[in-house]
């Protein structure tokens, strides 16, 4: 679940619907419940994420999303969406709280009934016109705009591309695309449908349900079969082709690439199915449905690892700058995170280490069994660097808490090699069979879910047959970096003294 940033190679290894008005006969009971509302002031609400407070909301569990957005053919022009939830209450809800800014909302429906609606800090507080009790299934529908391009001084979820837009939700962005419960734990499938004029192709998350063309426009379909954190969101619109292989197991891999770019990017895309044989080889079966790359024509300064479509910047293929075992270890690194992040999700953004630090190790490892770039001396730097990390962007399960409207302040140094630094002191701690049976162990009994760093030392613990608490700990939360095993000779340097 990484938002990996690449900074120069020399300082480290890279990381439709259309809108509808309410109907007359509805408005009466619209009216009536905007006076109810009004007696109680809205109040934005949160899971109570220690990084990010007011993400996520509270009683309700949701089950899907279905997202239909029309796109004019301007990437500066606002969206058209309706998005559609349906949800298990876990408690009588007088009001309903989504994660959502950025976009105009024209109506909002609960079960079928107007309801009243309106904003408090970053979330849509909705006043149902009957409350759904504890234990329903209720369904909440929003007719609203999505705009790509954000107020000066914010950040949108929507990447604009040369020729369209593509999505980067994480960390805390997909609620300025689209009405949401935007927190990583909870999980849910997707749908997503996006209407675009002739000559554009769309593609999103999961395996493609159809194309509906009409007039000079066609609406394309997607589902997702496996549930989805919010922040994994991704959608593209484009001049694009969509060029097909097939992976292990017979595993539709599909790329997604601007058209003009096909035959120049061909070379990197087909060594996709032999990289995810290689994961499988690490830690177990893929675990979705379909894997590939979305090429951006766009500067974003990162790759990401969205659900089943990896987003990458076309130009990490074609700088000539990046060695080739470079580009293949980032590729590795977002494929990773399919197993890491995306299939088993943190339960909280603290939890962002054990995404980023896998991400990170399997990178690594890759580059050392493919182009012999050794991992210890990669672990020995980053063990110099370690207490300077942890100084600057604090210990990697206690990372500090992002400033306000920086949505990749908690992307630093110590959640990539920072935190695989971590797992190479485990491998040390507690050999690499049981290290690599806990790898298998943690992917295959979390998959599809969520789970948290506790977890994790848990299930270590186990695998080792001894408490490691202890030693987590002081990895973990410490802010200096504990002796490495086997290697009492790593020294890590002092931060500079603050002036």
């Avoid at 504890?134 to 001084?153: C, D, K, Y």
Wanted: overall charge negative; some cysteine; proline content about 8%.
């Amino acid at each position: 679940m990484s938002h990996t940033p690449r900074t120069p190679i020399t300082l480290r290894a890279r990381r439709a619907g259309a809108p509808r008005r309410l109907k007359s006969a509805l408005l009466a009971s619209a009216v009536s419940v905007c006076l109810v509302a009004a007696s109680a002031p809205a109040t934005p609400l949160g899971v109570g994420d220690r990084l990010f407070p007011h993400l996520g909301n509270p009683g309700y569990d949701v089950a899907s999303y279905d997202l239909a957005f029309t796109y004019s053919g301007s990437n500066s022009e606002p969206l058209q969406g309706v998005t559609t939830i349906d949800a298990f209450t876990t408690r009588q809800l007088d009001t309903i709280n989504l994660d959502f800014t950025q976009g105009e909302v024209e109506s909002v429906e609960v079960d079928g009934k107007a309801a009243a609606s309106t904003g408090a800090g970053e979330d849509l507080v909705i006043t149902p016109a009957d409350a759904p009790a504890e234990g329903e299934w209720m369904r909440i529908t929003v007719r609203h705009t999505s705009n790509p391009v954000p107020p000066a001084g914010r950040s949108t979820g929507w990447v604009r591309t040369a020729d369209g837009l593509a999505m980067a939700n994480q960390a805390d962005a997909a609620h300025a695309v689209f009405p949401c419960n935007d927190h990583p734990s909870d999980k849910a499938r997707f749908t997503i449908h996006v209407t675009a004029p002739d000559g554009y192709t769309a593609v999103a998350n999961g395996l493609p349900t159809g194309v509906a063309r009409a007039g000079k426009a066609a609406t394309w379909s997607y589902r997702s079969q496996h549930p989805m954190a919010t922040e994994l969101a991704q959608i593209s619109i484009g001049r694009s082709t969509v060029l097909h292989r097939t992976g292990p197991h017979a595993l539709p891999v599909r790329d997604v690439v601007p058209t003009k770019d096909r035959e120049l990017l061909e070379p990197w895309l087909k060594k996709t199915p032999d990289q995810i044989a290689w994961m499988e080889s690490k830690v177990g079966p893929y675990p979705f449905e379909t894997y590939g790359l979305l090429m951006a024509d766009a500067s974003t300064g990162f790759e990401l690892e969205t659900q089943t479509l990896s987003l990458f910047e076309r130009e990490l293929f074609t700088e000539p700058a990046y060695p080739e075992w470079y580009v293949d270890s980032i590729m590795v690194h977002e494929l990773a995170h399919q197993w890491f992040g995306n299939s088993v999700t943190p339960r909280v953004w603290s939890d962002l280490w054990l995404n980023e630090g896998h991400a990170t190790w399997y990178e690594a490892l890759y580059a050392e069994e493919k182009a012999g770039r050794g991992m210890e001396a990669r672990m020995r730097a980053a063990y110099s660097a370690s207490d300077r990390w942890r100084a600057a962007g604090g210990p990697p399960a206690t990372p500090k808490v992002p400033a306000p409207g920086d949505k990749v302040g908690i992307f630093r140094a110590n959640v990539y090699d920072g935190s695989a630094l971590i797992l190479y002191a485990l491998r040390q701690e507690i050999g690499t069979p049981a290290f690599e049976n806990l790898e298998r162990s943690w992917v295959s009994l979390h998959k599809d879910g969520v789970a948290s760093t506790q977890d994790f030392v848990d299930m270590a613990s186990t695998t080792a047959g001894r408490d490691l608490g202890g030693f987590f700990e002081a990895w973990l939360h410490g802010e200096k970096t504990p002796p490495m095993p086997g290697h009492p000779e790593w020294k890590s340097a002092a931060p500079a003294p603050a002036k």
